[in-house]
């Protein structure tokens, strides 16, 4: 859940700044092939439907968006910034 978080939220960053070609690394296997095959568990649903929509349609931002599974090892500050963007998340949940 963490990893789809911080992909919408990166998105959304990217196209308030006007990018056009992004590449999205994640660590999730599952969620990587969720996002290409654009298909979708209940659990990541709304998330996953976000991201759909940010990518996929006519309408997009972007030029290209890839999104490619990258091995842990190798994606520590990533997983990091995951992580924060989910402790953020729930932070400002739990003030509402």
């Not at 091995?71 to 990533?78: E, H, V």
């Amino acid at each position: 859940m963490a990893e789809a978080l911080a992909i919408r939220e990166a998105l959304l960053h990217a196209a308030s700044l006007s990018f056009s070609h992004i590449c999205l690394r994640t660590d999730s296997q599952v969620l990587a092939r969720a996002i290409n095959r654009r298909s979708s568990t209940m659990e990541l649903f709304g998330i996953l439907s976000d991201i759909d929509s940010l990518i996929f349609p006519s309408s997009s931002p972007f030029v290209s968006c890839v999104v490619i599974f990258f091995p842990r090892l190798a994606n520590g500050p990533a997983d990091l910034l995951a992580k924060a963007q989910l402790s953020s998340h729930l932070a400002v949940n739990s003030r509402v």
